[in-house]
């Protein structure tokens, strides 16, 4: 069973409280590891910067959660 988020595009509640924690899936590119010298291709944390790096983010969708930082 997929997760609503990958089927309709939104976001899944982890974690209520103390701080409110979504997670969303977003479609990205392979990560060009040729231009991201200063990361390491194994590491599990640059991974995740990598794959962030290369996300195929919807103009709408970065002004609905740049309004919700406010």
């Known amino acids: 069973m997929l997760d609503p988020s990958i ?7 982890l974690v209520a409280e103390p701080v409110r924690v979504d997670i969303a899936y977003v479609p990205a590119g392979r990560p060009d590891w040729d231009r991201l010298d200063d990361l390491e291709r194994e590491n599990g944390d640059d991974l ?11 103009k709408n969708v970065i002004r609905r959660f740049s ?4």
């Open 7 to 13: 089927e309709l595009g939104g976001a899944t509640q």
């Open 67 to 70: 309004v919700l930082l406010r």
């Open 48 to 58: 995740i910067v990598a794959q962030a790096l290369h996300a195929k983010i919807d």
